[in-house]
């Protein structure tokens, strides 16, 4: 008699939507195709959300003195701005798409864990929902989104709103940390037998190493979100300085794991960006080797660096210039990065579509933010700018200019895949326009407005020379982007109408999700073909000139 | 003496960065938009060579690379130890002190307590000690020196330096809660002379008019609680929960350089301070026309 | 490798082990680099809990020898360890309650000041951890005893990796709250 027996694989079908009818599917799917799909409703939701508190903070600072938002509400609103586009847009969008390509780039049919999958995905909308609902019981989180302490002590903050972003946090970070997970042992144990790990596409590539920023993350920050929460309901005192606490430790915490988390939603960025540049270069990446290394470098770097953050807090010299001299080196992976992909566009046969020209627009507006980024390593630069709208600048010229294009050139890139529609392609260029103008109106402007002294967070301003004139140029810039993502919308909506009728590869790619139906089958490859090097699709249609085979 | 001062220095340093920073700026932008024409697709293009990449040029640029952040490092070391040399023993010439949401200053040296309005001597470098009494607070006039948090249980020290007499703004930088837009700073640089003269008068008792108006402001202003929060020099009232408003009329603006400081003001804040100033500390006493008047009378009068 | 629940099992302890390494942190940050003094320290024995100490690091080793037996069809001798590292479990949760109830009868508690929070925190975190390891066990002993085809070896892979997890941050938690205040 044996007590145990090696669990079967797939041997029963798992739930997904394409298996019956009901609705309630949608809640019990385990299918990655569709929990991917539902990473991206949820973030397109709350980029909606957080898209409209932009708004409201632009119409407030349009004019000095404004009274249009009272203090209180306005802390409230920069605050959701900032958790809703992080941990609700940007987070979301990337997995989303890395829970949907990732096995199809490496030919498996399913997550190593399909449950854990959907777990992830409820849980973190459960967070979400959790932290909007503070809207209803007494006020939003209203500590900014790193929320220092003391300020988000019960003696300053007694609105129920920090607890609300504490759990919603806990929960939304336990949500990625089982998405990472998954990635992690999808990539190491469903990948196709053919495929060794040094010939995966850079996307999985990137999303792998993620997955350990993740895991390495995100405890630390809920180490911190359990300290607080313990002082605001259980009265401790681990960050009250005036009774023993310390009111520098939360943010150690939060740092170690903000400015991996930057890093945590660039890579699978920089993942989209070196999907797209080959394909419509009509070359394969630059330097794959270098691309795919430095993306470790930044991983390990990413670790070092969390105390630029705090630079004005007073740490001696000594401390300070260790920390400057590894921000400083991290922009140099980052800069290598930038030449691969200008590398690819080198000698290629350029396709101006819609993805690659969100891929150009970041190429220029990534290179901004990430030299800026480079004045804060510099620290006496950082003693002058920090916490100002130069600060704010350079943050959005990476999470907007790096992150937001990138998922915008994936969403154009892999709509047909996922929805079997093609987007349009006039649409999209409007869409491109106004939002790349409106993006770099409204915060190129801004870096001046820091420099001649404008602090962050501030609800309002005084009357001062040109202050107005560059925030109502500001404003105006956010209409546009308002405008463009109208257009977005439309095109959605328009698109989803249509019947489907894209073509199984639209855009003559070479890894294996385009060797599968629009939208793929359930089961996603009936057989996968062989696969011999890093572009699989380029060897199949091109016998006679390989690419040098590597397994 | 004729040196460099701690802002001109970083002045200097961020236009090197400006200028390497610009000029890789430059280059990516040429080389994206000079490949974007020289090589878009043309009609009938077959696929162009297959190049896989060029390790040399990898390598020799990160070896550029570093050798920028090598120099930028050397640098920003130097600045840094330039900006920031503290003493091991400072004797700070003015302690700053951070609260929700207005700047207390104690001058040791004379025993000068003010608020919000801080005067410091022209053509000479001031260390100046910075502590919060509540929460992360961050002081910043960008014209004098660099920025600071103040910060609960912590004691941080800056210079500050001022090279012609004059009026500096600048803001608190770290957001603090509801008023955090209203605690701008303004620091009044003073000649030598100006700034003794000052100091003296800072010193001197509090004002005592023999106006009956008077008198019954400095009586509401013990009977309705002020003193719970404010202090008066010479009276039994030294609370520090709010500024010390013992020579209040001497300042030009009020509510942490939100307000110029004259009587319509004055007024309409002690009507109703959420109205002026929303989130603020003070409460809403409910004043009648007449208490106003006493009160304004009084605190204008303490000069 | 072939096993995806073991490797799973390996990589959320790792990232745990983040979790309590910022616990441990905190907790040696208010005790090295803040004014405070350890007001908790000089109520702990270390002698007592360094026997229940030894309970839990006990329950590890039955753990592997259940594992063996399970694997080499020995089933009586893997109900009989199974249950031992249970039990081995439950003495030292117990030993954990006594604890707590002590301490909180010397006036000792969550908000009596930063050691206080520290203390209970670390180790409450740590005992929420062996609890759950001790509902998973006793999964694995509850289905021995009926439907034996549902106990995998994928099951107990990965709950013994976790199992060990627990008892080695325990040690560290020891060492940090309990010993080094004596050194």
């Known amino acids: 008699m044996s007590l145990f027996i090696n669990i079967p694989e797939d041997s029963e079908q798992l739930p997904s939507l394409k298996t019956g009818q009901g609705k309630l599917l949608w809640i019990a799917s385990v299918d990655h195709k569709q929990i991917g799909i539902m990473y991206l409703w949820l973030a397109l939701f709350f980029f909606v959300v957080g898209g409209l508190e932009a708004m409201l903070i632009r119409a407030q600072l349009a004019i000095p003195e404004n009274t249009l938002i009272s203090p209180e509400l306005y802390n409230q609103i920069f605050t959701m701005h900032g958790i809703t586009m992080i941990f609700l847009v940007a987070m979301p969008a990337l997995v989303g798409f890395a829970t949907y390509f990732l096995p199809l ?195 390990l770097l990413a670790y070092s660096v969390w105390l630029h953050h705090m630079f004005a807090v007073g740490y001696s010299n000594t401390v300070n210039s260790f920390f400057a001299i590894s921000s400083m080196l991290i922009g140099i992976p980052t800069g290598l990065k930038v030449i691969n992909w200008i590398g690819t566009m080198y000698k290629g046969s350029i396709q101006l579509t819609v993805p690659m020209l969100f891929v150009v627009a970041f190429l220029i507006d990534f290179t901004i933010g990430g030299l800026s980024g480079v004045s804060f390593a510099i620290v006496p630069i950082d003693w002058q700018l920090t916490d100002t709208y130069y600060l704010v600048a350079h943050l959005h010229y990476v999470f907007v200019g790096g992150v937001i294009f990138s998922i915008f050139a994936g969403l154009y890139y892999w709509f047909p895949k996922m929805s079997g529609r093609m987007l349009s392609a006039k649409l999209g260029k409007w869409h491109f326009w106004l939002f790349v103008i409106g993006f770099n109106l409204t915060f190129l402007i801004q870096h001046i407005l820091g420099i001649i002294g404008m602090p962050r967070r501030i609800y309002t301003y005084p009357d001062l020379p040109n202050w107005e004139l560059m925030n109502v140029l500001s404003s105006i810039g956010a209409v546009f982007m308002f405008a463009g993502m109208v257009i977005l919308f439309w095109n959605l909506y328009t698109t989803l109408k249509k019947p489907r009728s894209a073509p199984e590869d639209p855009w003559d790619a070479w890894t294996l999700e385009w060797h599968t139906p629009s939208p793929p089958d359930l089961k996603n490859f009936g057989e996968i073909p062989r696969v011999y090097s890093r572009r699989p699709l380029w060897d199949l249609k091109h016998p006679d000139k390989p690419d040098k085979r590597l397994n | ?244 408003l013992t020579h209040f009329a001497s300042r030009k603006h009020f509510l942490g350089d939100l307000k110029v400081n004259n009587e319509e003001n004055l007024r309409a804040w002690l009507h109703d301070p959420q109205n002026v100033k929303p989130g603020a500390k003070m409460p809403n006493f409910i004043f009648s026309d007449q208490e106003v008047d006493a009160l304004v009378e009084y605190i204008n009068n303490l000069k | 490798m072939k096993d995806k629940g073991t490797l799973l099992a390996y990589f959320i302890i790792a990232s745990e082990a983040f979790f309590f390494i910022a616990l441990i942190i905190g907790y040696v940050y208010y005790r090295n680099f803040s004014d405070a003094t350890d007001t908790v320290a000089k109520y702990l024995d270390a002698g007592r809990t360094g026997i229940f100490t030894i309970f839990l690091i006990a329950s590890s080793f039955t753990l592997i020898y259940s594992k063996k037996a399970l694997f080499n069809n020995r089933i009586g001798q893997y109900k009989l360890f199974m249950g031992l590292t249970i039990l081995l479990g439950i003495v030292f949760m117990v030993g954990q309650a006594t604890e707590y109830v002590g301490l909180y009868q010397e006036q000792i508690t969550l908000n009596k000041d930063v050691f206080g929070a520290s203390f209970f925190t670390l180790t409450g975190f740590h005992g929420l951890h062996v609890i759950l390891g001790l509902i998973a066990l006793s999964i694995l002993y509850g289905i021995s005893f009926g439907n034996y085809r549902n106990v995998t070896k994928a099951g107990i892979g990965g709950v013994d990796v976790y199992w060990h997890f627990v008892d080695i941050v325990w040690l560290f938690v020891f060492f940090f709250v309990y010993i080094t205040p004596l050194l």
């Not at chain 1, 960050?239 to 150690?252: E, K, N, R, T, V």
């Not at chain 1, 930057?262 to 419509?280: Q, R």
């Not at chain 2, 236009?15 to 994206?32: P, R």
Request: net charge negative; charged share 15%; hydrophobic share 50%.
């Open chain 1, 105 to 299: 780039m490496i030919g498996a049919n399913e997550m190593a864990f399909p449950r854990l999958n959907a777990f992830g995905f409820w849980i973190t909308l459960m967070g979400g929902f959790l932290m909007y609902f503070s809207f209803f019981a007494g006020g939003a989180p209203n500590a900014g989104w790193f929320n220092y302490v003391p300020l988000s002590e019960n003696n300053y903050s007694s609105a129920p709103g920090v607890d609300y972003y504490i759990i919603g946090l806990i929960l939304t970070g336990i949500g990625s940390i089982s998405a990472a997970l998954n990635f992690i042992t999808t990539t190491l144990t469903l990948r196709s037998p053919d495929i060794k790990l040094n010939m995966v596409p850079l996307f999985v590539w990137m999303v792998f190493i993620n997955g350990f920023l993740i895991l390495a993350a995100f405890p630390l920050l809920n180490a911190g979100l359990f300290m607080l929460l313990i002082d605001r309901q259980f009265d401790a005192h681990f960050f009250i300085p005036s009774s023993g606490g310390s009111a520098i430790l939360w943010q150690h915490f939060f740092w170690a794991f903000g400015h991996p988390e930057v890093y945590i939603m660039a890579l699978p960025a920089f993942g989209i960006i070196s999907e797209v540049v080959p394909v419509f270069s009509r070359k394969p990446i630059f330097g794959y080797k270098f691309v795919a290394v430095s993306s470790i470098a930044i991983a």
């Open chain 2, 1 to 244: 003496m004729f040196q460099t001062t701690n802002v001109e220095l970083i002045d200097k340093l961020f236009i090197y960065f400006l200028v390497v920073a610009g000029i890789i700026f430059l280059l990516v932008v040429f080389f994206v938009f000079y490949y974007l024409f020289k090589y878009r697709r043309k009609q009938t293009a077959e696929e162009p060579e297959q190049i896989h990449g060029n390790e040399k040029l990898e390598y020799s640029l990160t070896a550029v690379a570093i050798l920028i952040t090598g120099i930028f490092t050397y640098l920003t070391i130097d600045t840094m130890r330039k900006v920031q040399d503290i003493p091991d023993n400072p004797e700070p010439f003015v302690q700053i002190i951070g609260h929700q949401w207005w700047w207390e200053a104690q001058y040791p040296e004379t025993g000068v307590i003010t608020a919000n309005e801080i005067h410091i001597p022209v053509g000479k470098k001031v260390l100046v000690q910075l502590n919060s009494d509540d929460v992360i607070h961050s002081w910043w006039v960008a014209q004098l020196g660099r920025k600071m948090d103040m910060i609960p249980g912590i004691t941080n020290y800056v210079w500050l330096y001022a090279d012609k007499p004059g009026e500096y703004l600048g803001t608190c930088s770290e957001f603090c809660g509801a008023q955090h837009a209203g605690m701008r700073i303004r620091v009044i640089a003073d000649e030598e002379r100006a700034f003794n003269s000052w100091s003296q008068q800072q010193l001197e008792p509090v004002a005592q008019l023999d106006d009956p108006l008077f008198k019954k402001g400095e009586k509401l202003f013990e009977e309705k609680t002020c003193t719970n929060c404010h202090a008066i020099n010479g009276t039994p009232f030294t609370m520090k929960v709010g500024p010390n």
